[in-house]
Protein backbone atom coordinates (compact mmCIF):
# COMPACT_ATOMS: atom_id res chain seq x y z
CA UNK A 1 0.00 0.00 0.00
CA UNK A 2 1.24 3.15 -1.11
CA UNK A 3 1.28 5.52 2.59
CA UNK A 4 3.28 8.39 1.48
CA UNK A 5 6.27 6.69 2.93
CA UNK A 6 9.90 5.72 1.16
CA UNK A 7 9.64 8.09 -1.46
CA UNK A 8 6.33 7.80 -3.18
CA UNK A 9 4.34 10.88 -2.84
CA UNK A 10 0.76 9.84 -1.71
CA UNK A 11 -1.38 12.22 -4.41
CA UNK A 12 -3.46 13.93 -0.84
CA UNK A 13 -0.54 15.06 1.17
CA UNK A 14 -0.85 14.46 5.01
CA UNK A 15 -1.68 10.70 5.87
CA UNK A 16 1.61 10.32 8.04
CA UNK A 17 0.72 13.11 10.42
CA UNK A 18 -3.45 12.63 10.38
CA UNK A 19 -2.88 8.92 11.00
CA UNK A 20 -0.48 9.86 13.82
CA UNK A 21 -2.71 12.34 15.54
CA UNK A 22 -5.80 10.32 15.11
CA UNK A 23 -3.82 7.20 16.42
CA UNK A 24 -2.91 9.44 19.73
CA UNK A 25 -5.54 10.81 20.08
CA UNK A 26 -7.92 7.72 20.45
CA UNK A 27 -5.38 6.26 22.23
CA UNK A 28 -5.36 9.01 25.00
CA UNK A 29 -8.68 9.54 25.05
CA UNK A 30 -10.48 6.11 24.43
CA UNK A 31 -8.06 3.01 24.21
CA UNK A 32 -6.11 3.92 27.28
CA UNK A 33 -8.53 4.93 29.88
CA UNK A 34 -10.09 2.07 28.98
CA UNK A 35 -7.13 -0.73 29.45
CA UNK A 36 -6.51 0.97 32.31
CA UNK A 37 -10.18 0.04 33.55
CA UNK A 38 -9.96 -3.67 32.61
CA UNK A 39 -6.31 -3.62 34.34
CA UNK A 40 -7.68 -2.57 37.77
CA UNK A 41 -10.63 -5.41 37.48
CA UNK A 42 -7.47 -7.94 36.96
CA UNK A 43 -6.86 -7.26 40.69
CA UNK A 44 -9.23 -9.52 41.48
CA UNK A 45 -9.30 -13.18 41.12
CA UNK A 46 -11.91 -14.87 39.40
CA UNK A 47 -14.03 -15.53 42.17
CA UNK A 48 -14.15 -12.17 43.78
CA UNK A 49 -15.31 -10.95 40.43
CA UNK A 50 -17.86 -13.60 39.94
CA UNK A 51 -19.29 -12.81 43.79
CA UNK A 52 -19.04 -8.55 43.07
CA UNK A 53 -21.77 -9.20 40.04
CA UNK A 54 -23.88 -11.82 41.60
CA UNK A 55 -24.71 -10.08 44.61
CA UNK A 56 -27.99 -9.26 44.85
CA UNK A 57 -27.59 -5.48 44.72
CA UNK A 58 -24.82 -5.41 41.95
CA UNK A 59 -27.42 -7.92 39.74
CA UNK A 60 -30.69 -5.78 40.48
CA UNK A 61 -28.82 -2.13 39.70
CA UNK A 62 -27.75 -3.87 36.18
CA UNK A 63 -31.20 -5.47 35.78
CA UNK A 64 -32.90 -1.95 36.58
CA UNK A 65 -30.42 -0.16 34.17
CA UNK A 66 -30.62 -2.79 31.23
CA UNK A 67 -33.94 -3.47 31.76
CA UNK A 68 -35.63 0.00 32.02
CA UNK A 69 -33.32 1.28 29.17
CA UNK A 70 -34.47 -1.43 27.15
CA UNK A 71 -37.96 -0.47 27.70
CA UNK A 72 -37.54 3.34 27.47
CA UNK A 73 -36.16 2.23 23.88
CA UNK A 74 -38.70 0.36 22.71
CA UNK A 75 -40.99 3.35 23.38
CA UNK A 76 -38.74 5.76 21.99
CA UNK A 77 -38.52 3.28 18.66
CA UNK A 78 -42.44 3.72 18.69
CA UNK A 79 -42.83 7.58 19.86
CA UNK A 80 -39.75 8.45 18.07
CA UNK A 81 -41.14 7.06 14.32
CA UNK A 82 -44.54 9.00 14.99
CA UNK A 83 -43.31 11.84 15.39
CA UNK A 84 -40.69 11.67 12.63
CA UNK A 85 -43.18 10.81 10.80
CA UNK A 86 -45.18 14.03 11.70
CA UNK A 87 -42.45 15.88 11.24
CA UNK A 88 -41.41 14.48 7.74
CA UNK A 89 -44.61 13.87 6.07
CA UNK A 90 -47.40 16.97 7.19
CA UNK A 91 -46.90 20.91 7.32
CA UNK A 92 -48.12 22.64 9.66
CA UNK A 93 -47.36 25.69 11.76
CA UNK A 94 -44.95 25.59 14.59
CA UNK A 95 -43.44 22.41 12.63
CA UNK A 96 -39.60 23.95 12.94
CA UNK A 97 -40.39 24.83 16.71
CA UNK A 98 -41.28 21.34 17.52
CA UNK A 99 -38.20 20.05 15.35
CA UNK A 100 -36.23 21.77 17.27
CA UNK A 101 -37.61 20.91 20.54
CA UNK A 102 -36.38 17.17 19.62
CA UNK A 103 -33.10 18.24 20.40
CA UNK A 104 -33.34 19.90 23.70
CA UNK A 105 -32.83 16.61 25.53
CA UNK A 106 -29.45 16.19 23.57
CA UNK A 107 -28.03 19.81 24.68
CA UNK A 108 -30.04 20.08 28.04
CA UNK A 109 -26.98 19.54 30.80
CA UNK A 110 -28.68 16.17 32.32
CA UNK A 111 -28.77 17.18 35.95
CA UNK A 112 -31.01 20.14 34.71
CA UNK A 113 -33.06 17.41 33.13
CA UNK A 114 -32.95 15.91 35.84
CA UNK A 115 -34.65 18.30 38.51
CA UNK A 116 -36.94 19.39 35.63
CA UNK A 117 -38.22 15.94 35.51
CA UNK A 118 -37.97 15.84 39.54
CA UNK A 119 -40.15 19.04 39.72
CA UNK A 120 -42.85 17.82 37.43
CA UNK A 121 -43.46 14.67 38.63
CA UNK A 122 -42.87 15.16 42.19
CA UNK A 123 -46.59 14.41 43.99
CA UNK A 124 -47.27 18.12 44.08
CA UNK A 125 -45.66 18.34 40.85
CA UNK A 126 -48.06 19.43 37.59
CA UNK A 127 -48.25 16.03 36.12
CA UNK A 128 -46.95 14.47 39.43
CA UNK A 129 -50.23 15.82 41.47
CA UNK A 130 -53.00 14.06 38.75
CA UNK A 131 -50.79 11.10 38.55
CA UNK A 132 -50.89 10.66 42.54
CA UNK A 133 -54.13 11.07 42.72
CA UNK A 134 -54.54 8.22 40.05
CA UNK A 135 -52.62 6.08 42.31
CA UNK A 136 -49.56 6.18 40.13
CA UNK A 137 -46.52 7.41 41.49
CA UNK A 138 -43.43 8.53 39.47
CA UNK A 139 -40.84 10.45 41.00
CA UNK A 140 -38.48 8.72 43.15
CA UNK A 141 -39.47 5.00 41.86
CA UNK A 142 -38.19 3.04 39.15
CA UNK A 143 -40.75 4.56 37.02
CA UNK A 144 -39.01 7.55 37.41
CA UNK A 145 -35.96 6.39 35.59
CA UNK A 146 -38.24 4.97 32.84
CA UNK A 147 -39.69 8.60 32.73
CA UNK A 148 -36.05 9.98 32.09
CA UNK A 149 -34.64 7.49 30.10
CA UNK A 150 -37.34 8.46 27.42
CA UNK A 151 -36.49 11.70 27.98
CA UNK A 152 -32.78 11.36 26.54
CA UNK A 153 -33.25 8.95 24.46
CA UNK A 154 -35.88 10.26 22.08
CA UNK A 155 -33.86 12.67 19.94
CA UNK A 156 -31.36 9.35 19.07
CA UNK A 157 -34.68 7.36 16.86
CA UNK A 158 -35.62 10.80 15.32
CA UNK A 159 -32.52 12.03 14.04
CA UNK A 160 -31.41 8.73 13.23
CA UNK A 161 -34.52 8.04 10.61
CA UNK A 162 -35.56 11.65 9.93
CA UNK A 163 -32.94 12.36 7.04
CA UNK A 164 -34.15 8.19 5.81
CA UNK A 165 -37.45 9.35 5.68
CA UNK A 166 -36.92 12.39 3.69
CA UNK A 167 -34.95 10.60 1.13
CA UNK A 168 -37.56 7.67 0.83
CA UNK A 169 -38.38 8.34 -2.65
CA UNK A 170 -42.15 9.62 -3.22
CA UNK A 171 -41.85 7.92 -6.22
CA UNK A 172 -42.00 4.13 -4.41
CA UNK A 173 -45.36 5.23 -2.77
CA UNK A 174 -46.80 6.27 -6.21
CA UNK A 175 -45.41 3.05 -7.45
CA UNK A 176 -47.54 0.87 -4.77
CA UNK A 177 -50.45 2.50 -5.28
CA UNK A 178 -50.41 1.98 -9.44
CA UNK A 179 -50.09 -1.76 -8.45
CA UNK A 180 -53.03 -1.90 -6.13
CA UNK A 181 -52.17 -1.09 -2.89
CA UNK A 182 -54.09 0.33 -0.17
CA UNK A 183 -52.73 3.00 2.06
CA UNK A 184 -52.14 0.58 5.13
CA UNK A 185 -50.12 -1.87 2.42
CA UNK A 186 -47.99 0.78 1.39
CA UNK A 187 -46.84 2.01 4.76
CA UNK A 188 -46.41 -1.72 6.31
CA UNK A 189 -44.83 -3.32 3.01
CA UNK A 190 -43.20 -0.66 1.79
CA UNK A 191 -42.31 2.52 3.64
CA UNK A 192 -41.87 0.64 7.33
CA UNK A 193 -39.65 -1.66 5.73
CA UNK A 194 -37.55 1.00 4.39
CA UNK A 195 -36.92 2.68 7.57
CA UNK A 196 -36.29 -0.92 9.75
CA UNK A 197 -32.43 -0.25 9.32
CA UNK A 198 -32.59 3.15 10.50
CA UNK A 199 -35.07 1.95 12.84
CA UNK A 200 -33.02 -0.34 14.36
CA UNK A 201 -30.13 1.86 15.16
CA UNK A 202 -31.75 4.67 16.15
CA UNK A 203 -32.87 1.76 18.95
CA UNK A 204 -29.56 0.49 19.50
CA UNK A 205 -28.46 4.13 20.31
CA UNK A 206 -31.44 5.14 22.44
CA UNK A 207 -30.72 2.10 24.40
CA UNK A 208 -27.16 2.73 24.76
CA UNK A 209 -27.59 5.92 25.50
CA UNK A 210 -29.84 5.47 28.61
CA UNK A 211 -28.12 2.24 30.03
CA UNK A 212 -25.19 4.84 30.51
CA UNK A 213 -27.70 7.62 31.60
CA UNK A 214 -26.29 9.17 35.10
CA UNK A 215 -27.03 12.51 35.50
CA UNK A 216 -30.73 13.24 34.92
CA UNK A 217 -31.92 9.52 36.56
CA UNK A 218 -30.14 9.93 40.10
CA UNK A 219 -31.92 13.07 40.62
CA UNK A 220 -35.40 11.80 40.18
CA UNK A 221 -34.50 8.11 41.12
CA UNK A 222 -35.42 7.56 44.20
CA UNK A 223 -31.94 5.82 44.57
CA UNK A 224 -33.10 3.01 47.06
CA UNK A 225 -30.56 -0.03 46.56
CA UNK A 226 -32.17 -2.75 44.48
CA UNK A 227 -35.06 -1.28 43.60
CA UNK A 228 -34.38 2.47 42.05
CA UNK A 229 -30.76 2.50 41.71
CA UNK A 230 -29.01 2.04 38.31
CA UNK A 231 -26.12 0.55 37.77
CA UNK A 232 -23.49 3.95 37.05
CA UNK A 233 -24.97 4.97 40.65
CA UNK A 234 -23.70 1.80 42.28
CA UNK A 235 -20.28 2.26 40.49
CA UNK A 236 -20.20 5.93 42.20
CA UNK A 237 -21.17 4.33 45.46
CA UNK A 238 -18.44 1.75 45.38
CA UNK A 239 -16.10 4.42 44.32
CA UNK A 240 -17.10 6.33 46.81
CA UNK A 241 -16.74 3.66 49.40
CA UNK A 242 -13.15 3.06 48.18
CA UNK A 243 -14.01 -0.19 46.91
CA UNK A 244 -12.45 0.36 43.73
CA UNK A 245 -12.14 -3.40 42.56
CA UNK A 246 -16.04 -3.30 42.87
CA UNK A 247 -16.58 -0.64 40.77
CA UNK A 248 -14.06 -2.00 38.23
CA UNK A 249 -15.82 -5.22 38.00
CA UNK A 250 -19.81 -3.49 37.12
CA UNK A 251 -17.82 -1.14 35.23
CA UNK A 252 -16.50 -3.99 32.93
CA UNK A 253 -19.00 -5.50 32.43
CA UNK A 254 -21.20 -2.31 31.42
CA UNK A 255 -18.01 -2.10 29.11
CA UNK A 256 -18.41 -5.22 27.11
CA UNK A 257 -22.31 -3.94 26.85
CA UNK A 258 -21.66 -1.32 25.47
CA UNK A 259 -19.64 -2.92 22.79
CA UNK A 260 -21.91 -5.77 22.23
CA UNK A 261 -24.22 -2.55 21.03
CA UNK A 262 -21.66 -0.73 19.28
CA UNK A 263 -21.11 -3.81 17.05
CA UNK A 264 -24.79 -4.57 17.04
CA UNK A 265 -25.27 -1.11 15.38
CA UNK A 266 -21.80 -1.72 12.75
CA UNK A 267 -23.52 -5.01 11.68
CA UNK A 268 -26.91 -3.38 11.51
CA UNK A 269 -25.91 -0.62 9.33
CA UNK A 270 -23.49 -3.10 7.05
CA UNK A 271 -26.46 -4.78 6.75
CA UNK A 272 -28.79 -2.24 5.56
CA UNK A 273 -25.78 -0.62 3.16
CA UNK A 274 -25.93 -4.12 1.36
CA UNK A 275 -29.54 -4.15 0.67
CA UNK A 276 -30.06 -0.75 0.13
CA UNK A 277 -27.30 1.57 -0.90
CA UNK A 278 -28.34 4.89 -1.09
CA UNK A 279 -28.22 4.54 -4.57
CA UNK B 1 -60.72 2.97 -25.17
CA UNK B 2 -59.38 5.69 -23.55
CA UNK B 3 -61.05 9.18 -23.51
CA UNK B 4 -59.74 12.40 -22.09
CA UNK B 5 -61.32 15.37 -22.39
CA UNK B 6 -61.09 18.96 -21.50
CA UNK B 7 -58.29 18.52 -19.11
CA UNK B 8 -57.19 21.48 -17.11
CA UNK B 9 -54.31 21.59 -14.58
CA UNK B 10 -53.20 24.27 -12.91
CA UNK B 11 -49.76 24.74 -10.44
CA UNK B 12 -50.73 28.55 -8.90
CA UNK B 13 -50.69 30.59 -11.94
CA UNK B 14 -48.94 28.11 -14.60
CA UNK B 15 -50.91 26.16 -16.32
CA UNK B 16 -49.65 22.83 -16.94
CA UNK B 17 -52.49 21.53 -19.22
CA UNK B 18 -54.88 23.93 -20.94
CA UNK B 19 -57.70 22.01 -22.16
CA UNK B 20 -56.43 18.81 -23.55
CA UNK B 21 -58.27 16.74 -25.35
CA UNK B 22 -57.16 13.08 -26.42
CA UNK B 23 -58.61 9.42 -27.10
CA UNK B 24 -56.41 6.43 -27.03
CA UNK B 25 -57.67 3.48 -28.71
CA UNK B 26 -57.38 0.07 -27.67
CA UNK B 27 -54.12 -1.87 -28.38
CA UNK B 28 -52.13 1.27 -29.50
CA UNK B 29 -49.06 2.29 -28.69
CA UNK B 30 -48.72 6.20 -27.87
CA UNK B 31 -45.91 8.59 -27.39
CA UNK B 32 -46.52 11.81 -25.56
CA UNK B 33 -43.75 13.92 -26.90
CA UNK B 34 -42.96 17.08 -25.93
CA UNK B 35 -39.66 19.96 -24.33
CA UNK B 36 -39.85 19.28 -20.51
CA UNK B 37 -42.74 21.42 -18.63
CA UNK B 38 -44.94 20.92 -21.90
CA UNK B 39 -47.33 18.57 -19.69
CA UNK B 40 -47.30 15.10 -20.48
CA UNK B 41 -45.85 13.93 -17.07
CA UNK B 42 -48.56 15.78 -15.79
CA UNK B 43 -51.45 14.29 -17.59
CA UNK B 44 -49.70 10.53 -17.99
CA UNK B 45 -50.24 10.95 -14.40
CA UNK B 46 -53.85 12.35 -14.44
CA UNK B 47 -54.57 9.16 -16.09
CA UNK B 48 -53.19 6.86 -13.85
CA UNK B 49 -54.77 8.67 -10.99
CA UNK B 50 -51.58 9.94 -9.29
CA UNK B 51 -52.72 13.52 -10.54
CA UNK B 52 -56.45 14.92 -10.19
CA UNK B 53 -57.26 17.35 -12.78
CA UNK B 54 -58.63 20.85 -11.79
CA UNK B 55 -61.38 20.42 -14.35
CA UNK B 56 -62.06 17.79 -17.25
CA UNK B 57 -62.99 14.11 -17.53
CA UNK B 58 -61.02 10.71 -17.58
CA UNK B 59 -62.85 7.72 -18.96
CA UNK B 60 -61.76 4.34 -19.80
CA UNK B 61 -64.01 2.16 -22.01
CA UNK B 62 -67.03 4.90 -21.04
CA UNK B 63 -66.53 4.18 -17.49
CA UNK B 64 -65.39 7.02 -15.34
CA UNK B 65 -62.07 6.75 -13.97
CA UNK B 66 -62.11 10.04 -11.93
CA UNK B 67 -63.95 8.01 -9.34
CA UNK B 68 -61.39 5.89 -8.90
CA UNK B 69 -58.13 6.35 -7.11
CA UNK B 70 -54.86 5.21 -8.42
CA UNK B 71 -55.01 1.83 -6.86
CA UNK B 72 -58.14 1.18 -8.09
CA UNK B 73 -57.52 2.44 -11.77
CA UNK B 74 -55.47 -1.10 -12.83
CA UNK B 75 -53.31 1.20 -14.87
CA UNK B 76 -49.64 -0.21 -14.86
CA UNK B 77 -47.12 2.89 -14.06
CA UNK B 78 -43.54 2.71 -15.24
CA UNK B 79 -41.11 5.47 -13.32
CA UNK B 80 -38.46 7.02 -15.22
CA UNK B 81 -35.93 6.28 -12.13
CA UNK B 82 -37.70 3.24 -11.81
CA UNK B 83 -39.26 3.10 -8.74
CA UNK B 84 -38.67 -0.35 -7.36
CA UNK B 85 -38.92 -1.47 -3.65
CA UNK B 86 -35.14 -1.42 -2.42
CA UNK B 87 -36.15 -4.16 0.25
CA UNK B 88 -37.82 -6.45 -1.90
CA UNK B 89 -35.68 -9.11 -3.87
CA UNK B 90 -36.58 -8.71 -8.10
CA UNK B 91 -39.03 -11.69 -7.47
CA UNK B 92 -40.86 -9.82 -4.55
CA UNK B 93 -41.26 -6.82 -6.53
CA UNK B 94 -42.95 -8.03 -9.43
CA UNK B 95 -45.35 -10.18 -6.99
CA UNK B 96 -45.79 -6.85 -4.76
CA UNK B 97 -49.45 -6.35 -6.79
CA UNK B 98 -50.39 -10.00 -6.60
CA UNK B 99 -49.71 -9.68 -3.02
CA UNK B 100 -51.77 -6.70 -2.23
CA UNK B 101 -54.85 -7.90 -3.88
CA UNK B 102 -57.82 -7.88 -1.72
CA UNK B 103 -58.26 -11.51 -0.53
CA UNK B 104 -61.25 -12.29 -2.44
CA UNK B 105 -59.21 -12.14 -5.60
CA UNK B 106 -55.73 -12.81 -4.35
CA UNK B 107 -54.23 -15.67 -6.18
CA UNK B 108 -52.59 -18.50 -4.05
CA UNK B 109 -48.74 -18.47 -3.70
CA UNK B 110 -48.29 -21.24 -5.93
CA UNK B 111 -50.02 -19.02 -8.69
CA UNK B 112 -48.45 -15.74 -7.50
CA UNK B 113 -45.05 -17.62 -8.07
CA UNK B 114 -46.05 -19.16 -11.53
CA UNK B 115 -47.29 -15.64 -12.55
CA UNK B 116 -43.95 -13.84 -11.19
CA UNK B 117 -41.97 -16.71 -12.88
CA UNK B 118 -43.93 -15.77 -16.07
CA UNK B 119 -43.08 -12.49 -16.51
CA UNK B 120 -39.87 -12.72 -15.64
CA UNK B 121 -39.14 -14.98 -18.63
CA UNK B 122 -41.37 -12.37 -20.51
CA UNK B 123 -38.41 -9.84 -19.62
CA UNK B 124 -35.81 -12.75 -19.77
CA UNK B 125 -34.72 -11.43 -16.34
CA UNK B 126 -35.63 -15.02 -14.58
CA UNK B 127 -32.00 -15.26 -13.66
CA UNK B 128 -32.30 -12.54 -11.22
CA UNK B 129 -35.01 -13.46 -9.26
CA UNK B 130 -33.49 -13.61 -5.73
CA UNK B 131 -31.11 -10.46 -6.45
CA UNK B 132 -31.75 -6.78 -4.95
CA UNK B 133 -32.64 -4.09 -7.37
CA UNK B 134 -29.41 -2.45 -6.21
CA UNK B 135 -27.17 -5.17 -7.61
CA UNK B 136 -29.28 -4.51 -11.08
CA UNK B 137 -27.84 -2.51 -14.65
CA UNK B 138 -30.28 0.45 -14.76
CA UNK B 139 -31.68 -1.39 -18.23
CA UNK B 140 -31.98 -4.40 -15.90
CA UNK B 141 -34.17 -2.45 -13.32
CA UNK B 142 -36.47 -1.05 -16.07
CA UNK B 143 -37.38 -4.23 -17.40
CA UNK B 144 -37.94 -5.47 -13.71
CA UNK B 145 -40.67 -1.99 -13.51
CA UNK B 146 -42.57 -3.23 -16.51
CA UNK B 147 -42.57 -6.58 -15.48
CA UNK B 148 -43.86 -5.41 -11.85
CA UNK B 149 -46.52 -2.90 -13.27
CA UNK B 150 -47.37 -5.85 -16.31
CA UNK B 151 -48.06 -8.41 -13.20
CA UNK B 152 -51.86 -7.00 -12.43
CA UNK B 153 -52.45 -7.07 -15.83
CA UNK B 154 -53.53 -3.74 -16.28
CA UNK B 155 -56.02 -2.07 -18.87
CA UNK B 156 -53.41 0.46 -19.63
CA UNK B 157 -49.64 0.56 -19.08
CA UNK B 158 -48.22 4.03 -18.76
CA UNK B 159 -44.30 4.83 -18.84
CA UNK B 160 -43.21 7.96 -17.91
CA UNK B 161 -39.61 8.69 -19.76
CA UNK B 162 -38.91 5.08 -19.79
CA UNK B 163 -35.68 5.21 -21.14
CA UNK B 164 -34.60 8.70 -19.88
CA UNK B 165 -31.98 7.48 -17.16
CA UNK B 166 -30.35 4.98 -19.48
CA UNK B 167 -27.33 5.41 -21.42
CA UNK B 168 -27.75 5.94 -25.46
CA UNK B 169 -27.15 2.33 -26.44
CA UNK B 170 -29.44 0.32 -23.73
CA UNK B 171 -32.10 3.03 -25.05
CA UNK B 172 -31.14 2.06 -28.36
CA UNK B 173 -32.45 -1.39 -27.57
CA UNK B 174 -34.67 -1.08 -24.85
CA UNK B 175 -36.80 0.66 -27.52
CA UNK B 176 -36.77 -1.96 -30.18
CA UNK B 177 -37.33 -4.28 -26.92
CA UNK B 178 -40.27 -2.35 -25.77
CA UNK B 179 -41.73 -2.36 -29.63
CA UNK B 180 -41.60 -5.99 -29.96
CA UNK B 181 -43.11 -6.63 -26.69
CA UNK B 182 -45.92 -4.71 -27.49
CA UNK B 183 -46.35 -6.36 -30.21
CA UNK B 184 -46.48 -9.68 -28.05
CA UNK B 185 -48.37 -8.63 -25.27
CA UNK B 186 -50.58 -5.82 -27.02
CA UNK B 187 -51.86 -3.79 -24.00
CA UNK B 188 -52.79 -0.14 -24.80
CA UNK B 189 -49.58 2.28 -23.79
CA UNK B 190 -49.01 5.21 -23.60
CA UNK B 191 -45.34 6.18 -23.01
CA UNK B 192 -43.79 10.02 -22.32
CA UNK B 193 -40.61 11.16 -23.89
CA UNK B 194 -39.07 14.34 -24.56
CA UNK B 195 -36.84 12.21 -27.12
CA UNK B 196 -38.45 12.68 -30.99
CA UNK B 197 -36.03 10.17 -32.11
CA UNK B 198 -37.38 7.51 -29.62
CA UNK B 199 -41.61 9.04 -30.50
CA UNK B 200 -40.95 8.19 -33.95
CA UNK B 201 -39.81 4.66 -33.35
CA UNK B 202 -41.20 3.02 -31.17
CA UNK B 203 -44.64 4.86 -31.02
CA UNK B 204 -47.63 3.77 -33.87
CA UNK B 205 -48.99 7.30 -33.04
CA UNK B 206 -47.48 10.47 -32.02
CA UNK B 207 -49.20 13.22 -29.54
CA UNK B 208 -46.59 16.48 -29.61
CA UNK B 209 -47.52 18.45 -26.89
CA UNK B 210 -46.54 22.09 -26.16
CA UNK B 211 -47.27 24.33 -23.36
CA UNK B 212 -49.93 22.28 -21.41
CA UNK B 213 -51.37 21.85 -25.06
CA UNK B 214 -51.82 19.39 -27.61
CA UNK B 215 -50.14 20.58 -31.37
CA UNK B 216 -50.54 17.55 -33.03
CA UNK B 217 -51.66 14.38 -33.50
CA UNK B 218 -50.67 12.05 -36.27
CA UNK B 219 -48.39 9.07 -37.12
CA UNK B 220 -44.68 9.17 -37.03
CA UNK B 221 -44.34 9.73 -40.20
CA UNK B 222 -46.98 12.66 -40.61
CA UNK B 223 -45.56 14.77 -38.01
CA UNK B 224 -42.01 14.53 -39.12
CA UNK B 225 -43.05 15.55 -43.20
CA UNK B 226 -46.10 17.26 -42.29
CA UNK B 227 -45.85 19.47 -39.09
CA UNK B 228 -48.43 21.43 -37.79
CA UNK B 229 -46.89 24.26 -36.70
CA UNK B 230 -43.20 25.49 -36.46
CA UNK B 231 -42.73 24.75 -32.86
CA UNK B 232 -43.47 20.63 -34.20
CA UNK B 233 -41.33 21.53 -37.12
CA UNK B 234 -38.59 22.67 -35.08
CA UNK B 235 -38.86 20.38 -32.36
CA UNK B 236 -39.14 17.05 -34.42
CA UNK B 237 -36.34 16.58 -36.70
CA UNK B 238 -33.35 19.12 -37.21
CA UNK B 239 -34.08 21.93 -39.37
CA UNK B 240 -32.81 24.85 -41.38
CA UNK B 241 -34.99 28.23 -40.14
CA UNK B 242 -34.42 31.55 -41.82
CA UNK B 243 -36.09 34.29 -41.51
CA UNK B 244 -37.88 35.50 -44.00
CA UNK B 245 -40.19 37.76 -45.35
CA UNK B 246 -43.60 37.32 -47.56
CA UNK B 247 -44.94 39.95 -49.52
CA UNK B 248 -47.86 38.98 -51.70
CA UNK B 249 -47.43 35.39 -52.30
CA UNK B 250 -43.15 36.09 -53.08
CA UNK B 251 -40.72 35.10 -50.46
CA UNK B 252 -38.04 37.42 -49.51
CA UNK B 253 -34.80 36.61 -47.50
CA UNK B 254 -32.90 40.04 -46.39
CA UNK B 255 -34.36 41.66 -48.68
CA UNK B 256 -33.77 39.42 -51.47
CA UNK B 257 -36.78 37.45 -53.64
CA UNK B 258 -36.45 33.69 -53.17
CA UNK B 259 -37.32 31.75 -55.95
CA UNK B 260 -40.29 30.10 -54.31
CA UNK B 261 -43.96 30.07 -53.43
CA UNK B 262 -45.62 31.18 -50.54
CA UNK B 263 -47.83 28.54 -50.31
CA UNK B 264 -50.57 30.57 -49.17
CA UNK B 265 -48.83 32.46 -46.29
CA UNK B 266 -50.25 35.76 -45.59
CA UNK B 267 -48.18 38.50 -46.05
CA UNK B 268 -45.37 39.36 -42.77
CA UNK B 269 -42.62 38.37 -40.83
CA UNK B 270 -42.17 34.88 -41.68
CA UNK B 271 -40.51 31.55 -41.31
CA UNK B 272 -38.68 29.19 -43.89
CA UNK B 273 -38.26 25.71 -42.31
CA UNK B 274 -35.97 22.91 -44.28
CA UNK B 275 -34.66 19.65 -43.49
CA UNK B 276 -30.69 19.29 -44.28
CA UNK B 277 -31.09 16.79 -46.82
CA UNK B 278 -34.12 18.47 -48.44
CA UNK B 279 -31.59 20.84 -49.78
CA UNK B 280 -30.72 20.29 -53.47
CA UNK B 281 -27.57 21.48 -54.40
CA UNK B 282 -27.16 22.70 -58.05
CA UNK B 283 -25.07 24.70 -60.59
CA UNK B 284 -24.80 28.45 -59.89
CA UNK B 285 -28.08 30.46 -60.47
CA UNK B 286 -30.75 27.32 -60.80
CA UNK B 287 -31.60 27.42 -57.11
CA UNK B 288 -33.54 30.05 -54.44
CA UNK B 289 -30.63 30.59 -52.44
CA UNK B 290 -26.59 31.38 -53.45
CA UNK B 291 -23.97 30.58 -50.92
CA UNK B 292 -19.85 30.14 -50.34
CA UNK B 293 -19.06 26.44 -48.93
CA UNK B 294 -17.49 27.19 -45.86
CA UNK B 295 -16.41 23.75 -44.51
CA UNK B 296 -17.38 20.08 -45.66
CA UNK B 297 -17.12 16.65 -42.51
CA UNK B 298 -18.05 13.66 -44.54
CA UNK B 299 -19.23 10.86 -42.26
CA UNK B 300 -21.34 7.58 -42.77
CA UNK B 301 -22.97 7.98 -46.32
CA UNK B 302 -23.39 12.06 -45.92
CA UNK B 303 -21.56 14.84 -46.01
CA UNK B 304 -22.56 18.00 -44.08
CA UNK B 305 -21.49 21.01 -45.88
CA UNK B 306 -21.57 24.77 -44.01
CA UNK B 307 -22.87 26.94 -46.22
CA UNK B 308 -22.75 31.07 -46.48
CA UNK B 309 -25.80 32.28 -48.12
CA UNK B 310 -25.42 35.49 -48.92
CA UNK B 311 -28.66 36.96 -48.54
CA UNK B 312 -29.25 40.92 -48.80
CA UNK B 313 -26.83 42.50 -46.57
CA UNK B 314 -26.02 40.12 -44.06
CA UNK B 315 -24.87 36.58 -44.53
CA UNK B 316 -26.47 33.36 -42.80
CA UNK B 317 -24.50 30.40 -42.63
CA UNK B 318 -26.50 27.00 -42.52
CA UNK B 319 -25.78 23.59 -42.53
CA UNK B 320 -26.98 21.30 -45.43
CA UNK B 321 -26.80 17.20 -45.78
CA UNK B 322 -25.70 16.34 -49.33
CA UNK B 323 -25.07 12.84 -50.49
CA UNK B 324 -21.55 11.56 -50.90
CA UNK B 325 -21.73 11.52 -55.44
CA UNK B 326 -21.42 15.44 -54.87
CA UNK B 327 -17.58 16.86 -54.47
CA UNK B 328 -17.90 19.55 -52.34
CA UNK B 329 -14.87 21.86 -51.88
CA UNK B 330 -14.62 24.56 -49.59
CA UNK B 331 -14.73 27.88 -51.34
CA UNK B 332 -17.31 26.30 -54.09
CA UNK B 333 -19.97 28.61 -54.80
CA UNK B 334 -23.20 26.47 -54.81
CA UNK B 335 -26.61 26.97 -55.20
CA UNK B 336 -29.50 25.66 -53.33
CA UNK B 337 -33.25 24.82 -53.78
CA UNK B 338 -35.38 23.78 -51.18
CA UNK B 339 -37.24 20.20 -52.53
CA UNK B 340 -39.50 20.46 -49.71
CA UNK B 341 -39.97 23.13 -47.27
CA UNK B 342 -42.63 24.63 -45.06
CA UNK B 343 -43.16 28.61 -43.98
CA UNK B 344 -45.15 29.33 -41.19
CA UNK B 345 -46.36 33.17 -40.56
CA UNK B 346 -45.06 34.81 -37.72
CA UNK B 347 -41.57 35.41 -35.95
CA UNK B 348 -42.11 32.22 -33.45
Not at chain 2, 221 to 235: C, E, I, L, M, Q
Not at chain 2, 248 to 269: H, R
Amino acid sequence: MNNGGAGRRNTLPGFGLTMGLTLTWLSVIILIPLAGLFLKSFELSLDQFWSILTSRRTLNALKISFGLAFAAAIVNLVMGLIIVWALVRYRFPGRRIFDAIVDIPFALPTAVAGVALTALFAEKGWLGAPLAELGIKVAFTPAGIFVAMIFIGIPFVVRTVQPVLIDLDAEIEDAAASLGANRWNTVSRVILPSLVPALLTGFALAFARAVGEYGSVIFIAGNLPNVSEIAPLLIVIRLSEFRYADATAIAVVMLVASFLLIFAVNRLQRWAQTRMPAH
Amino acid sequence: MIEVKNIVKKFGAFAALDHVDLKVANGELLALLGPSGSGKTTLLRIIAGLDWPDAGEVSFDGENALAHGASERHVGFVFQHYALFRHMTVFENVAFGLRVQPRAIRKDEAAIRARVKELLDLVQLDWLSSRYPSQLSGGQRQRIALARALAIEPRILLLDEPFGALDAKVRKELRQWLRSLHHEINVTSIFVTHDQEEALEVANRVVVMDKGRIVQIGTPGDVYDNPATAFVHSFIGESIVLPVEVRDGCVELGGKPLNISADGVSSGASKLFVRRHDMAIGPAGSGAFEGAVRHVRTFGPIQRAEVALSAGEGTTVIEIDAPRDRELQPGDIVSLHPRRYRIFAGQD
